[in-house]
Nanobody, 114 residues
């Protein structure tokens, strides 16, 4: 059974940091690119960052220089290090495979507040 389990969200003040984790199982993680996406309150899904199977990365301009996506294929895990958080980063964050999504996990809530 394919599973994606996100964790690491929380409440943080502007300028703070969080590290999100996504534990994957049930598919050949190392062969697949992975992405983080987010959903702000009342809005649709927004792509945030992507990492290929061989660690090439790209980011939406809003987070470039503040967020870092990484992975460990021996642990079937992808992370999103988020620094200098802003209120507009608030939302539920999900990991998934880009282009051909897998069943969605529950996501992890990130709330940035003053």
């Amino acid at each position: 059974e394919v599973q994606l389990v996100e964790s690491g969200g929380g409440l943080v003040q502007p300028g703070g940091s969080l590290r999100l984790s996504c534990a994957a199982s049930g598919f050949t993680f190392s062969f697949n690119p992975m992405s983080w996406v987010r959903q702000a309150p009342g809005k649709g899904l927004e792509w945030v960052a992507r990492i290929t199977s061989n660690d090439l990365t790209n980011y939406t301009p809003d987070v470039r220089g503040r967020f870092t996506i990484s992975r460990d294929n021996t642990k079937d895990t992808v992370w999103l290090q988020m620094n200098d958080l802003r209120p507009e980063d608030t939302g539920v964050y999900y990991c998934n495979r880009p282009a051909i999504p897998l069943p969605w996990g529950q996501g992890t809530q990130v709330t940035v507040f003053s």
